[in-house]
T-cell receptor
Framework: GNSVTQMEGPVTLSEEAFLTINCTYT??????LFWYVQYPGEGLQLLLK?????DKGSNKGFEATYRKETTSFHLEKGSVQVSDSAVYFC??????????FGKGTLLTVNP | DGGITQSPKYLFRKEGQNVTLSCEQN?????MYWYRQDPGQGLRLIYY???????QKGDIAEGYSVSREKKESFPLTVTSAQKNPTAFYLC???????????FGPGTRLLVL
């Protein structure tokens, strides 16, 4: 079946540091890939997505590239802010027509 | 403003009690979903509905029930058969097959 594996957190960074959150997946066919963000006490917000190999999704300074050869979709940001502190979820939409989520990675950015 | 609303924000359940969580959307989306989130876990699908008057079980449907009488509304009932109901419940909606889903703010259910 489909699965998503994210790097375990928590991740703690200083403001303006570079962020990478790793995500790898297992799926049959050609899934679409997503990053969602969850701020404390809130629902999930779609951050970015990519629907085919080599696509790059980007939003609010975050970006991720769909790498089929390594089955990965790592999230990156060049300079994080305190306001980026949240839980980040990697997810895939597969041939079973369902969203499969990773367990989430907690990011804390200190001033 | 278009969006998804969930109520209440917090809900307390007594032993043996059924409780209902509300989810409403004004995005004109056909499909709606219920997920359960436990600490340190990803989201798990409880039920989903792709059209009015039709719904399907997700991965963890036992102890839950739903209805879809209107396009805008997809209430979830947590029954007394759900022995471990404490969790954060998220409703989502989408157009088309459901690839891009939009989430509500969630309801936190606690057991007294």
């Amino acid at each position: 079946g489909n699965s998503v594996t994210q790097m375990e957190g928590p991740v703690t960074l200083s403001e303006e540091a570079f962020l990478t959150i790793n995500c790898t997946y297992t799926a049959t066919g050609y899934p679409s890939l997503f990053w969602y963000v969850q701020y404390p006490g809130e629902g999930l917000q779609l951050l970015l997505k990519a629907t085919k190999a080599d696509d790059k999704g980007s939003n609010k300074g975050f970006e991720a590239t769909y790498r089929k050869e390594t089955t990965s979709f790592h999230l990156e940001k060049g300079s994080v802010q305190v306001s980026d502190s949240a839980v980040y979820f990697c997810a895939l939409w597969g041939s079973n027509y369902k969203l499969t989520f990773g367990k989430g990675t907690l990011l804390t950015v200190n001033p | 403003d278009g969006g998804i609303t969930q109520s209440p924000k917090y809900l307390f359940r007594k032993e043996g009690q059924n409780v209902t969580l509300s989810c409403e959307q004004n995005l004109n989306h056909d499909a709606m979903y219920w997920y359960r989130q436990d600490p340190g876990q990803g989201l798990r699908l409880i039920y989903y509905s792709q059209i009015v008057n039709d719904f399907q079980k997700g991965d963890i449907a036992e102890g839950y029930s739903v209805s879809r009488e209107k396009k805008e509304s997809f209430p979830l009932t947590v029954t007394s058969a759900q022995k471990n109901p404490t969790a954060f419940y998220l409703c989502a909606s989408s157009n088309g097959q459901g690839e891009t889903q939009y989430f509500g703010p969630g309801t936190r259910l606690l057991v007294l």
